[in-house]
């Protein structure tokens, strides 16, 4: 069982920035970030594989935002620019990866218990 902890969330402004942490119990790959806004289905949003130095992006945030890990403190980050308020949601991170594909929820295991977002206009 692998432990995860966010940090990072908070209220911005249109335009502005917000950098989320999500940290591990141990070493795990890939790791995703995924939200969820209030009525709607969770979504991915990206995902690295340390191991093959690959990321994915959703389309909604390819540009804006990167997704980055320390492995050595087993730590996965979530830069976000240019938020708008369409970011807002309940942001979590997850490993635990099973398969077919890093950007279904449906392929990881185990999750944070999310960190909230909200960007205003």
């Known amino acids: 069982q692998v432990q995860l902890v966010e940090s990072g969330g908070g209220s911005v402004q249109a335009g502005g920035s917000l950098r989320l942490s999500c940290t591990a119990s141990?070493?795990?790959?890939?790791m995703g970030w995924f939200r969820q806004a209030p009525g709607k289905e969770r979504e991915a949003v990206a995902a690295i594989y340390s191991d093959l130095g690959t990321t994915y992006y959703a389309d909604s945030v390819e540009g804006r935002f990167t997704i980055s890990r320390d492995n050595a403190k087993n730590t996965a980050f979530l830069q976000m620019n240019s938020l708008k308020p369409e970011d807002t949601a309940v942001y979590y991170c997850?490993?635990?990866?099973?398969?077919?594909?890093?950007?279904?929820?449906?392929?990881?295991?185990?999750w944070g218990q999310g960190t909230q977002v909200t960007v205003s206009s």
């Open positions: 141990e070493y795990s790959d890939p």
């Open positions: 997850s490993t635990g990866y099973t398969g077919p594909h890093a950007l279904r929820a449906s392929s990881y295991k185990y």
